[in-house]
């Protein structure tokens, strides 16, 4: 297994990062040290601005390298703020830079860029660098402008700029493991080019572990694959909090509550290290960031009858704020990524009230906001944030409305309808409309936009209503005129009787980014009785279809179906349930 050594990474402050913004970037010049020793290095400033500069790095090998110590002095007070793809250490002047395991090889003739960097203090290049302690080269050759190319302003060949919303026209990436489980299944062809998200559920995802739930391809695999696809956009899953899901089991992970630098370490870097390869410049990779985490440090806490001892732990060690801020920074200083972190669902945020004891949309909008300033992370390392991740959770109820007046009072101020239960929204685009403003009101760049997953919220099928029920009784009226056929939205695992939802699309309303399948649909949610393993995974009551609930559930049953393997295995009858009950139909 690669293990790369630790990344570090300072914050870009908020002021350089404006000021680029604002200036465009101001020159390109690429200075070359000619070769003495068998070596030559770009030392290539992409990009300058007032107090600042980003420098690319190649090194082109006239004999082959197994593995680089670049040296270099820097001009007098020029410091590294952060880099990528290379170890580091600075002292005084004198910069010293290795490569990071999959960078290390250069072939002889080939030339490579190896890593970049910001820098604060002065663009000019270095006399003089040294490769193993060979020198390169004594003398620089006078700069040379660079013209900015006409689609790419910054004349950055792998270019800065971040697109608004990365779905736009793109072709995205799909998922071969997936598409071939899909494709195994009657009836399974329609669907299995439909784009699905690669889960990092675990370290050893990211190399491949040939367990089920990632076959043999690592992420670097996968990366290669979507550029083989000729695919704009990559879509990938990153989920391995310390106690992550602490308020279930089934997708309880490997790491402990505070192995939280094992986290950053040997999960987050890597990865960071992987995606911030050149050969990548061009991919969008889409990150959804771990999913079903800052909700539950609301929702599922003391002094809340809801909490869980996990969650409790996880709200006092501050480890999934430092995860995710760590996260979303690493992943956001790259070029070529997009952050979208989980915002639960109206399910289970979209309750508004005055009274903190009883509200979860403000206080969940208000915990994503105090991220920003954690690890660095700023608002420009978040595109935005998704919603119904791997949930059932609808779009929209077509036949009646969550304020609306039946039996002479509104239908979520009726304590008699618990499906509804106070809560202000009855699906997920105005639930996502609205929690995106609120989201911008605590500290989000106003042009975010959200995701929603539809992998399996279509709830066709024959039970679902062809318009609303005539009933007076709002109880009756409701059970009656809902899509959704869960007993309660509180239902997570393996829900029976759901169906596809609507296929991965672009901008398919204001603000939302994109319908996207981060849940493969077949991969199950949790094993129906306990299977013992070595993926972590806990057994969840809520996957028992004879499981009575809960009080998260407001103990209703579980409406799990029967004989699910573990969380992430394929489920042939899941599968087929899916694609029989899928609305829109597939034909
Ligand atoms: C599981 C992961 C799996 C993912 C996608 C999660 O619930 O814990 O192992 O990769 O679902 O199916």
Known sequence: MQVPKKRRRLAITGVAVAALAATGLTFASANQALAEEGCKVDYKVVSSWGSGFQANVTITAQEPING?????????GTTVSSAWNVSYTQSGTSFTGKDVGWNGSIASGQSKEVFG?????????????????????????PPTSEPPTSDD?????GGGDKVDNPYTGAQVYVNPIWSANAAAEPGGDAIADEPTAVWLDRTSAIYGNGSPTTGSMGLEDHLDEALAQGADVIQVVIYNLPGRDCAALAS?????????????????????????????????????IEIDSLPNLVTNVAPRATATANCNTMKANGNYQDGISYATAELGSLPNTYNYLDAGHHGWIGWTNNDPQYDNFHSSADMFGTLIGMNGMTADDVQGFITNTANYSVLEEPYWNVDQVVGGKAINQNPDVKWVDWNAYNGEIDFATAFRQELVSNGFNSN??????????????????TGASTSTNPVTFVDESRIDQRYNKGNWCNQAGAGLGERPQASPEPGIDAYVWIKPPGESDGASEEIPNDEGKGFDEMCDPDYGGNIRNNNN???ARDDMPLSGHWSSEQFQELLENAYPPVN
Not at 68 to 76: D, G
Not at 270 to 279: C, E, F, L, R, T
């Open 557 to 559: 049953p579980s409406g």
């Open 68 to 76: 680089w110590e670049l040296k270099w002095n820097f001009p007098s």
């Open 448 to 465: 975010i936009g959200m995701l929603i997953d539809t992998s399996r919220n279509g709830w066709g099928g024959d039970y679902r209503p």
């Open 252 to 288: 309880n992970g490997e790491l402990a509550a505070d192995e939280i630098d094992e986290y950053k370490n040997d999960y987050i870097d890597p990865i960071v290290d992987i995606m911030g390869q050149a050969k990548y410049a061009d991919l969008k990779i889409v990150n959804v």
């Open 117 to 141: 960097f910001i820098g604060s203090g002065s663009s000019a290049t270095p006399a003089q660098f040294t490769i193993n302690g060979d020198v390169c080269n004594g003398t620089t050759q």
């Open 153 to 157: 302003p910054t004349g950055n060949p």
